[in-house]
């Protein structure tokens, strides 16, 4: 089977900095399946990129490789991370862009080294790309680098119980389409509150009239709030933080 190695970053299509390291990625590994997650996580937004990855690195068979690279501290003192995690690997900065993995049971990690003559503006290049390639060759990750005992974790806040059948929750995420994504583990029977509103569960978008909001239970198992064809964020005004309420019918 050929090396699977995937890359989740920051960069767009714009500039040339994805095709460097995926030049990097093909010479040293030339039959490698390179697979583009997303390049178009907002600059610098860490949190965005890890809620992508919690999405996508178990969906990809073992010995799989992910890059990311959505490191707004490059150069500084943060550490560069390999991770063993679940028969994935995964490489990119110690920043909590990889917690996923990290939080998994079993997960180990080292530090990798800075090559000399590295830019200091370019891990991705320079850095995480050649260790992405070691590892699809077959480098085990002890060679890569020291262990690390205290990885940077970021974790998605938890609702709490205001009352019986009342939680209380906050928007994670707004996705491309405006959906706003909450931290809410999905529940049928009730009705979300949000901005001044009260929005019944539905199935799916299709339940409601054009420009209607609702609430769903999305593909992640979370609940969204949405405007069918239209911009949950932009009619309702919600934005990452944005607090929401579940209420269970009584």
Known sequence: MRPVITLLTDFGTADGYVGEMKGVLLSRVPDAMLVDITHEISPQDVEAARLTVARVWRRFPPGTVHLVVVDPGVGTERSALAVDSNGRWLVGPDNGVLSPALLASGASAVALAVPPGASA??????????????????????????????????????PHRIEDGVL??????????????????????????????????????????????????????????AVRDGSAARLLGLTRGSPVVFRARS
């Not at 060759?137 to 806040?157: D, M, N």
């Open 121 to 158: 503006s370019f891990h991705g290049r320079d850095v995480f790309a050649p260790a992405a390639a070691a590892l699809a060759l077959g480098s085990s990750l002890a060679s890569l680098g020291g262990a690390v005992t205290h990885p940077v974790i970021r974790r998605t806040p938890e």
């Open 168 to 225: 209380a929750g906050v928007v994670i995420l707004i996705d491309r389409f405006g959906n706003a994504v909450t931290n809410l583990v999905g529940l049928r029977a009730g009705v979300i509150e949000a901005a001044g509103k009260t929005l019944p569960m539905y199935r799916t978008y299709g339940d409601v009239a054009p420009g209607k909001p609702l609430a769903i239970i999305g593909s992640s198992g979370l609940i969204e709030i």
